[in-house]
């Protein structure tokens, strides 16, 4: 492969090159963009090269642009626009395929190269991790190493010369950007957070749930938050990441009270009592798209986010103003005991007891019965534990794949599929209280998390969302109860795929995969957990340095003794001149192979009488040894000499012909002699 990539023409390896940085800025935006529109630029940059290397001609202005219309036809299809951030990245990479087919001279590669750099760019819109950055750094050296050779002319050094060069000038230009990056002022939010716009959905937990909902998200291994605790972290089963709490329920689906506002209204009328110690954490949350905060069960205190304020509902949902599409970090203190809302009016308990009518009969009657009416009716507390024990003696089963349901989907699982998911088992336990008349509602969020190695932080990923319910009871006032439990209770008590089948899914092929599972795979586990400490440092000192830390890092800078200051800035000077000095050394050393053979030629003509004067060239330099008291054969070698040396210095000459020339030189010289 090299050697035929060698024996290519120039140009035709420089626009192989140029093909190959487009193909490297296009394939971070694979992950985003639809699948038609990569296979299309794939399919565009790939004919390009065919032609380039077949030395075809390329396609005439009527087939690009019938070509540029059908792909901007099929941008606004996909989108519904062609406006709007995730549209207009689609149409670049679509350009960017279609200028590969019109490139012809130097302007066309600038405008080539130059969208690449705007497309890279609009990478940082979907993810700015360590290995994005690599990558896009990589693609930037490559780009570069495409722009540098449409600036020479046929005479440029090799290609692994070129991105040396260039690998050079970025390693001087970072130091460089690392102190602007510490000293110029920044933007008080992050520069890429723009909101997300489209149609194009994020992953995550959200305002509905039905049947299938949260089950599609455990096959999902992407982090959604990570949680450094400055207290002791609370025990597997009662870290409960508090989400969305779904009230309305119309047979199939349940939904937020609300869910049409953009941002709830603060309740001031919430009643909280908090009970023991709390949790002190700090939470790192991924961008989602959505207006969602997460913390621990019950949430006692949230730092604010600057720029995006949150309300609180009287759900205690914490919702923000705007989406989140950029990592957050916030403080939280949460109270693992509390009374919530123990002396709710009965006015106030009514939404919570709405079902919708003739939906789930079966269902609905069944409860009714098991609590009984007049003197013989369960306490509320004992109607909760006999629902419980049904869930546990009845053969449920608890799987990612469930039957599908009917139209009565509660009738369904409880007395014929029995098999389900946490949605199914949350859902149908918040029906059956309703239809006892005990107020109940679904909560969504996530359950556990992975601990890291010094036990002090924990990460939730999207397989860990879970779902679970609330019952109010007179005195105590919301209470968890989490209907899952009774039939997997390791789910709680470890992670999910502890709670799943033994038999080989998905899932658990990614638990084992990232040494998850506690086996032979703790190495894995143990790398995954030094990565994600890595991913959080770079988020927290380069993605979110905000305003705020800036003022502060450079304050702590000013309360620096002046003698600390000044000792600093002398070792700053002396390393800065040891590196020009060894720069200039190293610049010296590397003297031009044919000025090197040219001055030993002057030497020794030198001593011969004929020392050349500052002002001759090689060309005069000649004419005056012609005349010179010389063998015909040792004027000759003389003329041979400087004519291929002004040949060599002053004409286009690729590599292979100066190594030749060098080589001629040399034997010349000692003819001169």
Known sequence: MRLWMTNLPRDKADILLLLLAAAMVLAPHALHLPPWMSAAAGALLLWRASMTVRGRRQPQLAVLVPLALLGIAAVYASYGTVLGRDPGVALLALLLALKSLEMHGRRDVFVFVFLSF?????????????????????????????????QYGTLQPRLAQRLGLLARMLALAIPLSAVMFLILPRLDGPLWGAP????????????????????SLALSGEPVLTARFSTPI???????????????????????????????????????????????????LQASGQRRIFALDLPRSIERLPGNPYVVSSALEVLTAQAITSTVRYRASSQPGYRLQAGLSVARQQPWLALPAGSNPRSVAWARALRGNGAHALAPADAIAAVLDHFHRAPFRYTLQPPLLGKHGVDDFLFTTQAGFCEHYAGSFVVLMRAMGIPARVVTGYQGGARSSDGASLTVRQSD??????????????????????VAPLRTERNLDAALPAAPSPLSAWRALAGLDGGASGAIAAWRQQWQQAEHAWSNWVLDTTPQRQRAMLDGLKNLPATTLARACA???????MAGVLVWWRQARQDDPLDVLYAQFCRQQALRGYSRAPHEGPHGYAARLAAGKATPEAHASIAQFLAIYAAMKYGNANPDEQLRARRSLRRLLTQCR
């Not at 992953?203 to 949260?214: E, F, K, R, V």
């Not at 689906?253 to 709390?278: F, H, K, N």
């Not at 969302?465 to 005195?475: I, K, M």
């Not at 070792?571 to 001149?577: E, F, I, R, T, Y």
């Open 118 to 150: 705007f497309l890279l760019l609009a990478n940082f819109f979907h993810t700015q991790g360590i290995l994005s950055a690599i990558w896009m750094l990589a693609t930037v050296i490559v780009l570069l190493a495409g722009l540098l050779s449409a």
């Open 196 to 215: 997300h716009e489209g149609t194009q959905a994020r992953t995550g937990l959200s305002d509905s749930m039905q049947p299938g909902a949260i089950a």
């Open 234 to 284: 609370p025990p597997q089963d009662q870290l409960y990441w508090r989400g969305v709490v779904l009230g309305d329920y119309d047979g199939a689906t349940w939904t937020r009270r609300g869910a049409g506002q953009r941002a709830p209204a603060a309740d001031s009328r919430v009643d909280i009592a908090l009970e023991g110690s709390p949790s002190q954490y700090e939470v790192t």
């Open 465 to 486: 969302a879970h779902a679970w319910s609330e019952v109010w009871l007179a005195g105590r006032g919301w209470v968890r109860v989490d209907p899952t439990s009774a």
């Open 571 to 577: 070792v700053l000077a002396l390393l800065s001149a």
